[in-house]
């Protein structure tokens, strides 16, 4: 029906692309399949589903904190609906250990002094409740070194602790797609900072959380409300470090509140006004949660020699607890199984396999992608400096860690991730792979009126592309209009659908199919960056 | 010190003015007083207080419900503060009989199937709490017509309703200033619409509004949720029509929601899946709401043949509840309180007596400032058409009314009104009389350095100056730069301190407190337009 199988190099010329940056595979640019694009746009822009899936995530299962009981309902459903549409292998595999599982109950936070009013307040991931309504006057404190905590020891005892300055006052909610002078500056290569200052940083905010933790269980405030950064009423929440495991929840009820009601508290207090909260926090720790799990599905390869190679596409799954997830990163998610869907109903024989993966745990430190990246493809071990080992696990740096690839990191071709946000797909980041951008230049040249014009050989990061990357394995993140993702719905209370475009999800669905069906269908793997590595001893 | 007394012409000029809109009192224009409006700026630009008075109404008292405590604790703090700054007869004015006082005492409201989760809503004021939790399964109804009714009879009980679609989508908040161009299109005379339409209007949704209390109080629904306007989590909520009588509070609890909780819940009906919720709303109904207050406060007058005459400025105290009623109306009220601080601080001896009027009952109706201009100015007989009789008071016609005129009529000259919300003022409505627009001109030549450039001669209604225009006393509306109020702020829970610019108060208090100042100190009454009566019986 249209051409399955276009002219294939020999292996040696794979062998050759991993081995070295200076050669591809695409001297020949291949002519994009048409035929079959304008399939995957008849069913992914005409007959639609992606919108029914965003729903069942988003409203109908909710907020998936990793761990909880709407995790696993979405890990189910995911792998339901793929099975469902006729998918092969469809299945959740397990990785662990994680840590318990949490869930809000209920949340109310009521001014009774010197007024009565309703406040917005949602409690961090992995805090404990209050057991029942607290009452108590509030006290501010600000902490910003260890140093810092000895000046409020026992004077926030019994209190509702009112932490911290307001945040800085960022600029409002742009709803904004991408310019083209917006894409122009992203082309543009800017050569990275170094990383050095960012995990001196880090070291500080991990023993300022540590000091702080021990300081709140010997000071035993009633609560600590948190002030977000937003505005209008909107609410950023999300755990801290490792909350989820068990000996390191916080150890009191912890919540974020709306810059408005935080500043009409710290207000008052500056003027010396006494004021009293009620507080009704309920929340379950589920202790089942140390085994977790990601969604896979697969579209089997069809040519003999390929079969066993593997195109990927994934997005997570999981969630905060504000509002729905809905653009971190339900929609993702929703993407990557209707371009699943799109590729099996426009008739795809790929000839390698397609495997899409929904990973839990990445808002905890993509720790579902790395779990599948560990298990399938490569493994480093831990860092050998003692200081270097204390950081979290996403500051260590590959050359530090020697890696041991494992056989399927040889016959995956490429990872493609969705998730920054719900806007439509404006192009991608070669995460500088030179090769794989010449290459992307030439099939994104149909996807030119769907918006898609910018092949950026910059890194972008933060996501679960990275642990592919890390392996060796050429792994991508899409470049999407902003809209207003960071500054109103990103692990926000307003991370919900009303900031989500059909259109949008129904064309990123066909690029990400476009990009995948490439990718399984062309002679090579995609090339390869030089894996980082340690130097060998002796050298530095 | 500064010139006090200026020309006078005789009392005939003003009764001509009084009797003919085609003379005016200001043929030969009055030099303004440059060296008190310095003393003004200084005042209010160097040394306001106008903040700690915001701060006070809003963060302290908090929303002021007209009958609350929180209303009447507003009324005694003004009052006392006006007297702390030493003017004279600071004072409550009774006024009635109004209805039942309402406070909120906690509200919270949860989705337990099929998802738990913490909704945003705000109950509609004078509306009865759920007497401890509440849970029952949601259901959908539109009632547009008297007829839908009958649709849904029997269907609700011991559910709790969806009431309705979700409103228009509206453009989201733009936060402007008022531009050149939107001050020239004001500037340029609008022709008014004829009001039939709105009676009829009016008309049909009082009626719908009758048959709807009865059908919920015969049907029995656990409680009726209204959609809300607006994005972000932003609730619009207000009272609907004579809520505050004991005999039309809301039957059954009633909550206005956020559009994205709303949707959400709305989406879910509409794909068949099964919605319960919990509420749990405990309000409280205050029986000795009936005798409400303005709060009135003055600097006397100093001119022996004119003291006993009145310039009065005045701003609404009552807001509504989804939060602190700061941009309607604590700003203006603030403004007020500063006018008046920074007139008696610059060392004002004014030739006619200064009158601040803080109203009550404003968001019901102008209740507080109608009942002030009939206890004070003119009556006026109910229209004789009883269809007419059957609407709300502000759709009653003057020229269907007779009037009386009470002797203090005589005296007052003038009434300026704040209440457009927090923005800076950029000119005055002239209230279509042409004379006062003309000396207007004049006043706002040194106030352009403070972006006051424009006095149209449109109308403008909706609040406290209406009463005074509709007696026949010139009553005047300033224009604001729009902000966010009508997309934001105007009746809801965002309406907050952090919406509101200190600079945009103190250039307020200025501009307010200058045009009291120049009204008080010219020769003659302001310029009066004839006064709306009725036709002579056998004329028409």
């Excluded at 579902?368 to 996403?394: I, N, W």
């Excluded at 030439?442 to 890390?470: A, Q």
Aim: charged share 25%; hydrophobic share 40%.
């Amino acid at each position: 029906m249209f051409p399955l199988y276009g002219r294939r190099a020999g292996s040696w010329s794979r062998l050759l692309v991993v081995s070295s940056v200076l050669l591809t595979s695409s001297l020949c640019a291949e002519e994009p399949n048409l035929d079959f694009l304008t399939r995957l746009r008849q069913e992914g822009l005409r007959h639609s589903k992606v919108m029914e899936t965003f729903g069942e995530l988003t409203d109908r299962i909710g907020p998936r904190l990793t761990g909880s009981p709407a995790m696993r309902q979405a890990n189910e459903w995911t792998r339901d609906q793929f099975a469902a549409w006729g998918l092969a292998n469809a299945r959740l595999e397990p990785w662990g250990p994680f840590g318990d599982g949490w869930t809000v109950e209920s949340a109310a936070v009521r001014m009774t002094v010197p007024d009565v009013a309703q406040l917005y307040a949602i409690p961090r991931p992995w805090t404990p409740g209050t057991g029942g309504p607290v009452r108590g006057p509030v006290a501010w404190a600000v902490i910003k070194t260890k140093e810092d905590i000895e000046k409020f020891r026992g004077k926030l005892t019994g209190k509702i602790v009112l932490f911290g300055d307001l945040p800085e006052n960022r600029a409002g909610p742009k709803n904004a797609q991408l310019t083209d002078q917006d894409l122009d500056d992203l082309f543009h290569y800017q050569i990275p900072s170094d990383r050095d200052d960012a995990r001196g940083e880090a070291r500080k905010r991990l023993e300022l959380a540590a000091a702080l933790r021990e300081f709140w269980v010997q000071e035993k405030p009633l609560a600590v409300i948190l002030p977000s950064r937003g505005t209008d009423g909107t609410i950023f929440v999300q755990a801290s470090g490792q909350a989820y495991l068990a000996d390191k929840h916080d150890p009191v009820t912890t919540l974020s509140m709306s810059v408005e009601h935080y500043s009409r508290l710290k207000r008052l207090v500056d003027r010396k006004q006494a004021v009293e909260l009620e507080l009704t926090v309920a929340t379950t720790f589920h202790p089942d949660g140390l085994t977790q799990h990601n969604t896979l599905a697969e579209i089997p390869g069809t040519d003999p020699e390929l079969k066993d190679e593997v195109v990927m596409l994934g997005a997570h799954l999981d969630s905060w607890v504000g509002a729905t997830g809905a653009t971190d990163n339900a929609a993702g998610s929703a993407v990557v199984l209707e371009a699943m869907r799109i590729l099996k109903a426009a008739g795809i024989q790929p000839r390698r396999t397609i495997r899409a993966a929904l990973w839990s745990g990445e808002e905890q430190g993509l720790l579902g992608s790395r779990a599948y990246v560990e298990q399938h493809f490569a493994t480093r071990a831990d860092p050998s400096d003692t200081e270097e080992l204390k950081l979290p696990k996403f500051l260590w740096r590959d050359e530090h860690r020697a890696v041991t690839l494992k056989p399927e990191q040889a016959k995956i071709s490429a990872y493609y991730n969705l998730d920054n946000g719900a806007g439509k797909v404006r192009g991608i980041y070669a995460q500088e792979n030179l090769a794989a951008a010449a290459i992307f230049e030439n099939w994104i040249v149909p996807l030119k009126d769907l918006g898609v014009t910018t092949v950026t050989r910059r890194n972008t990061g933060s996501t679960d592309h990275i642990p592919f990357d890390s392996a060796g394995i050429p792994g991508f993140q899409f470049i999407q209009d902003d809209l207003d993702y960071m500054t109103r719905t990103h692990h926000s209370n307003m991370d919900t659908p009303e900031h989500v475009k059909r259109e949008d999800l129904m064309q990123a669905s066909v690029v990400m199919a476009w990009f995948v069906y490439n990718s399984a269908m062309r002679d090579d793997l995609l090339p390869r960056k030089p894996l980082v590595q340690p130097a060998p001893a002796g050298t530095k």
